[in-house]
């Protein structure tokens, strides 16, 4: 386990992993394995997974703080093993209540002993990190409602069913939450399909749609409106110093789009021509806000300038429930300078000649933007379109508060 997990670690560091999606995907897989191989008490066995993730979880997003996506889905992990935890403690509750309410051969009437109260299913479910054996939920319950003991005879027996309750209750935590996070790899693998089959609801006929950026979801999206034969128009700015507009313009035109590549400096000077905006998103912060490709707040400002709706396309694994101004949010981070100028050109004005030993020539290349949520009109995620204040909404269905900040606490 540590192996693979060290392995990942090193590619992050080395920024061989490119794009949110690839990361994600990964992330959720090195998480997986490890779930797989742990072994765990009998006692607390949520707590005990807990606690492994977010060892792991830590170390990974410390590789690359920018790519916030290895946190989402930490996150994501943690929350499944706290809803399913609490669904089979409330299943086992249940399963108490039922047999204690039912069961006509016992030696003991219904009236006597009734079942489990939905106070103490509600108790025991809000209690995550309680180990589920039957007999720690029962304690907090009034003597009335616990089971009557056996008599002494069967002590031998009661002891290794309890044993056995007990193993089959950390296999079955285990297989749940390993089947959850395989759904969470699935919606993963196929969130541009799910975004892309939105596209005919959004573009029609004779318009003209501008973006930025090589986001292989925007061009899945275009790209199917273009098969639910829509016929409209693309212009593309090429994302300088990168020029990753040039690859999405060549790849949208082998696929029959009409496509024109701009520059970044005439998105000004088009967009009254654009009838809506459509762009990716590197990341979606908790308010609303979006992290995308540097440049990207410039073609905001302009569709909002001429009423241009824009649209930002992304998989619900890129939701952070993170916020801009939180200290652990690394937001951007700078690119070499060799994208923006020839070292052999411009070696004359990178010379520390001056006086305090500073170079006269300083080179700032940022990877990304940030763009307002008061910029956004419309999301669209693999579960439809959403506006930029239905996003905590969003954020609280994938994420459990108790698992915002991921660093393990120490206990003094």
């Given at each position: 386990?540590?192996?693979?997990?060290?392995?990942?670690?090193?590619?992050?560091?080395?920024?061989?992993?490119?794009?949110?999606?690839?990361?994600?995907?990964?992330?959720?897989?090195?998480?997986?394995?490890?779930?797989?191989?742990?072994?765990?008490?009998?006692?607390?066995?949520?707590?005990?997974?807990?606690?492994?993730?977010?060892?792991?979880?830590?170390?990974?997003?410390?590789?690359?703080?920018?790519?916030?996506?290895?946190?989402?889905?930490?996150?994501?992990?943690?929350?499944?093993?706290?809803?399913?935890?609490?669904?089979?403690?409330?299943?086992?509750?249940?399963g108490l209540g039922v047999s204690a309410g039912s069961d006509d051969e016992d030696d003991f009437?219904?009236?006597?002993?009734?079942?489990?109260?939905?106070?103490?299913?509600?108790?025991?479910?809000?209690?995550?990190?309680?180990?589920?054996?039957?007999?720690?939920?029962?304690?907090?319950?009034?003597?009335?409602?616990?089971?009557?003991?056996?008599?002494?005879?069967?002590?031998?027996?009661?002891?290794?069913?309890?044993?056995?309750?007990?193993?089959?209750?950390?296999?079955?935590?285990?297989?749940?939450?390993?089947?959850?996070?395989?759904?969470?790899?699935?919606?993963?693998?196929?969130?541009?399909?799910?975004?892309?089959?939105?596209?005919?609801?959004?573009?029609?006929?004779?318009?003209?749609?501008?973006?930025?950026?090589?986001?292989?979801?925007?061009?899945?999206?275009?790209?199917?409106?273009?098969?639910?034969?829509?016929?409209?128009?693309?212009?593309?700015?090429?994302?300088?110093?990168?020029?990753?507009?040039?690859?999405?313009?060549?790849?949208?035109?082998?696929?029959?789009?009409?496509?024109?590549?701009?520059?970044?400096?005439?998105?000004?000077?088009?967009?009254?021509?654009?009838?809506?905006?459509?762009?990716?998103?590197?990341?979606?912060?908790?308010?609303?806000?979006?992290?995308?490709?540097?440049?990207?707040?410039?073609?905001?400002?302009?569709?909002?300038?001429?009423?241009?709706?824009?649209?930002?396309?992304?998989?619900?694994?890129?939701?952070?429930?993170?916020?801009?101004?939180?200290?652990?949010?690394?937001?951007?981070?700078?690119?070499?300078?060799?994208?923006?100028?020839?070292?052999?050109?411009?070696?004359?004005?990178?010379?520390?000649?001056?006086?305090?030993?500073?170079?006269?020539?300083?080179?700032?290349?940022?990877?990304?933007?940030?763009?307002?949520?008061?910029?956004?009109?419309?999301?669209?995620?693999?579960?439809?379109?959403?506006?930029?204040?239905?996003?905590?909404?969003?954020?609280?269905?994938?994420?459990?508060?108790?698992?915002?900040?991921?660093?393990?606490?120490?206990?003094?």
């Amino acid at each position: 386990m540590n192996a693979l997990v060290n392995e990942f670690i090193i590619k992050l560091k080395k920024r061989k992993i490119e794009g949110s999606k690839t990361t994600a995907k990964l992330t959720a897989e090195v998480l997986r394995s490890c779930i797989s191989q742990q072994r765990l008490p009998q006692t607390n066995q949520a707590a005990a997974l807990i606690d492994t993730i977010r060892a792991i979880g830590e170390k990974l997003i410390a590789a690359n703080p920018v790519e916030l996506a290895v946190g989402n889905i930490v996150r994501r992990v943690l929350n499944i093993i706290r809803e399913e935890d609490v669904s089979l403690t409330a299943a086992a509750v249940g399963g108490l209540g039922v047999s204690a309410g039912s069961d006509d051969e016992d030696d003991f009437r219904q009236d006597d002993h009734p079942g489990l109260s939905a106070a103490a299913v509600a108790a025991a479910a809000r209690s995550t990190l309680r180990p589920p054996s039957l007999q720690t939920l029962l304690e907090d319950l009034p003597q009335s409602t616990a089971l009557p003991r056996t008599s002494s005879s069967g002590g031998d027996s009661d002891g290794k069913s309890k044993s056995a309750d007990k193993n089959s209750t950390s296999k079955k935590l285990k297989h749940n939450v390993i089947e959850a996070v395989n759904e969470l790899i699935q919606d993963i693998a196929t969130c541009h399909e799910q975004i892309a089959e939105q596209a005919v609801e959004h573009i029609h006929h004779n318009e003209v749609i501008l973006t930025l950026g090589n986001s292989r979801t925007v061009m899945e999206f275009l790209c199917a409106a273009k098969e639910k034969k829509r016929s409209f128009r693309v212009f593309v700015a090429e994302g300088a110093p990168r020029y990753q507009g040039h690859a999405l313009g060549k790849e949208l035109a082998a696929r029959g789009l009409q496509t024109t590549v701009i520059t970044d400096s005439a998105v000004f000077a088009v967009i009254s021509r654009v009838n809506m905006v459509v762009v990716g998103a590197h990341a979606v912060m908790a308010n609303g806000g979006v992290i995308a490709p540097v440049g990207m707040n410039m073609v905001a400002l302009a569709a909002q300038r001429h009423a241009v709706p824009f649209v930002v396309l992304a998989g619900t694994h890129k939701l952070c429930p993170l916020y801009p101004h939180n200290p652990e949010v690394l937001l951007n981070e700078l690119k070499s300078p060799a994208e923006l100028l020839d070292f052999g050109e411009f070696s004359d004005c990178l010379d520390f000649g001056s006086s305090s030993g500073s170079p006269l020539l300083h080179v700032v290349n940022p990877a990304f933007d940030y763009v307002p949520p008061n910029l956004v009109s419309l999301f669209i995620t693999d579960t439809g379109g959403h506006n930029a204040s239905y996003v905590y909404k969003l954020i609280a269905d994938y994420y459990s508060a108790d698992d915002i900040v991921v660093k393990q606490k120490l206990i003094s």
